[in-house]
Structure formats: C-alpha cells, structure tokens
C-alpha cells in the first residue's frame, strides 16, 4: 500500500490533502499524536482513533498518545485525583489493544501545560479567540448543558498542547474537526504553525443508524462489555440488508452501524473475516475486503443476522485482551 493511502484509508479527511501528501513523503520519524480525556474504560470511539494511530505506526510514524487529564478536569470529570488514577488504567487498555508498547509514548497533559511558558502563550491565544469562537469549537465535546469558562478555555489548550507536543499530525475523532480548525486559524497569529489533521469518523447510533453513537448516551461498545453483552447489543443493532439505508420516518438520514463497524474495526485488523453458517444455509461466507461484504449484504447473499453473528465474534476477539487487563 502507497504512504498516503496507508495513512488515509478509513479517515474522513486530512486538512490538508496537500500537508498529508508531503508528510507521506517522507514519513520516518514524523510524530502523531491523539489525546483522550482519561475515562477509564476504553469504548469503541477511543478504539477507532487508536486503530488510525496502528496504521500511522505502520508507516513509520512516532505516536503520542496525550492522556488528557487538565482537559478532563476543565470539562467537568471529576476532580484532579480521579482523573489520574483513570488514565493508568485506560493507558494499559491501549496496549491491550494492539498499540505497540515501543512505538508508543504516553504524556500527561499535567506534565507541562502549568508550565509558566505554556501560560503565557495561552493567554495571548486567549486574546485572540473570541468566546463564541471557543464555544463553538466545543459544541461536540463539552460535557453538561451551560458552557463553563473553563470549557472556553480547554480549545485553546489543545491548540498549544499541538505546539508543545511538537506534533506533525494531530489525529482525532470528527467530534474534534471544530478544535482543530480553531487551532489553525489561532496559532499562526502567535507566530505558531497550523498543525496538519487528520480526522477519524464517527459511528452511527447503534440502535437507530441516526445520528451518532455516544459513550454518555444510548448503546456504546467498551472493553468492559463480556461477550455476552457484545453479542446482545450487535443483535439489537440496526442493520437492514443494505450498505445505503432510507431515511427514517423523520427524515433522518440513517448508516448502517454494522457495516461501518466492519469496515472501520474488524478489516483494519483482520486480513479475512469468516461468517459462519449452517451448510443448509449456504455454508461459511468468507471476506477480504469490507466492500465485498457490503457488497453481499447489500445484494442480498449475506443475512443481515448472519453479518452480526459474525460481528460479535470479532468484536470480542479485539476487546478480549483488554477486558483481561480490567479484572486483573
Ligand atoms: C485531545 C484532548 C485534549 C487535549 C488534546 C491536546 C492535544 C491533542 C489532542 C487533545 C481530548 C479530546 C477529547 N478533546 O474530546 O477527548
């Protein structure tokens, strides 16, 4: 696989296509990084940027993995304490996961954003962001119904942690595109470089396909799910016999969350993916690629309950190493 298409595949965008191309160029020693608000338990959203940041190792790339714990603090978690005792054990579930414990680095944001530098530059990006702005780039992240001062703060930080990380690429969920726009319109007018990003998507509702699937609200996928929660929550899911679902009675558009749950999670990971089936039915099904199992659901040659059974199997085959960490 060419760099860039290693580097790209399965994400929404890169900012800019161009920026990407020429980190592609050249990737040995380039450095990424993705931050997360510590939460102790890794869910499937926190699973999608890390699969980016194996591809991103792949190619050449050192990763950062920043353990947000000031920034969860400022957007309400908990208090300062909590927060850390969390982030260890969520860092232990990203090893179970399959990031490379060599390429691999873990930062608190503790460690220098009260740094009296750091201060000083956050001010002047305080200066310079208007608090519509800031809140704004926060509508997709804040936790709680009012906007806190704090959390007009938190973009900021993020833009100058991608400064003091020295940081390439900085690689996020969609949920963070506002953050990152904001941090490249900013840090040019305090003499820094707008950083290059790359963004992961999000995946649909698991029961409705509408709108996006949440840790804090409706159905989500974690390591702390035993396989027979995986299993309940993948058949419940929706997943008509179509890569292209109609909208619903609403008019909301609708995805397919089991499609994008293979093609995002499981074929990044596995080079083929069988789905098991009584040979009155047809007998196994067997996968190379993601587009030609939509392409059979979509047809009609894979049942729909077929597809999720075998959902359910390679979901917890990737979630088991890491549900083995929590008990221990
Ligand atoms: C991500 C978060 C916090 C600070 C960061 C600094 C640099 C790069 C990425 C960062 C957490 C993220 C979240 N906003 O929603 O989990």
């Known amino acids: 696989m060419d760099v860039y298409e290693q580097i790209t595949r399965n994400a929404t965008e890169v900012v800019t296509e161009a920026e990407g191309r020429e980190l592609a160029d050249d990737p040995e020693g380039k450095r990424a990084y993705v931050g997360y608000e510590p939460s102790g338990v890794l869910h499937i959203g926190h699973m999608l940027t890390a699969t980016k940041l194996m591809d991103l190792q792949d190619a050449g790339f050192e990763v950062t993995v920043l353990l947000a714990d000031v920034h969860a603090y400022l957007n309400g978690k908990g208090t300062f304490e909590e927060i850390r005792e969390t982030a260890e054990r969520m860092k232990e579930q990203f090893l179970a996961y399959g990031l490379d414990?060599?390429?691999t680095e873990f930062l608190y944001g503790s460690e220098f954003e009260f740094d009296r530098e750091y201060a000083l530059d956050l001010h002047a990006l305080e200066l310079e962001t208007s608090i519509s702005r800031a809140e704004r780039a926060m509508s997709e992240i804040k936790s709680g119904d009012t906007v806190t001062v704090s959390q007009a703060v938190y973009p900021l930080m993020q833009a100058l942690d991608i400064v003091y990380l020295d940081v390439d690429l900085a690689v996020g969920g969609m949920e963070q595109r506002k953050v990152h726009m904001l941090a490249r319109d900013t840090l040019p007018k305090i003499g820094?470089?707008?950083?290059?990003c790359l963004h992961t998507p999000l995946i649909a509702d698991?029961?409705?396909g509408v709108g996006?699937?949440?840790s804090s609200e409706g159905v989500s996928?974690?390591?702390e799910d035993s396989p027979e929660d995986i299993e309940e929550k993948v058949n419940?899911?929706?997943c008509p016999p179509s890569r292209d679902p109609e909208p619903d009675e609403d008019g909301n558009e609708r995805e397919n969350p089991v499609l994008q749950i293979f093609e995002?999670?499981?074929f990044p990971r596995f080079d083929t993916v069988v789905v098991e089936r009584?040979?009155?039915y047809g007998g196994d099904l067997e996968y190379e690629d993601y587009e030609s199992l939509a392409a059979d659901l979509d047809g009609g040659e894979l049942h729909p309950a077929d597809a999720k059974s075998a959902l359910a199997t390679y979901l917890d085959e990737l979630i088991a190493p890491g549900r083995e960490k929590l008990q221990a």
Do not use: C, G, N, R
């Open 101 to 103: 414990e060599e390429q």
């Open 192 to 196: 820094e470089e707008a950083p290059t």
């Open 206 to 208: 698991l029961q409705s």
């Open 212 to 214: 996006k699937m949440s």
């Open 221 to 223: 996928i974690s390591m």
């Open 236 to 238: 419940a899911a929706f």
């Open 264 to 266: 995002y999670h499981v």
């Open 278 to 280: 009584p040979d009155e």
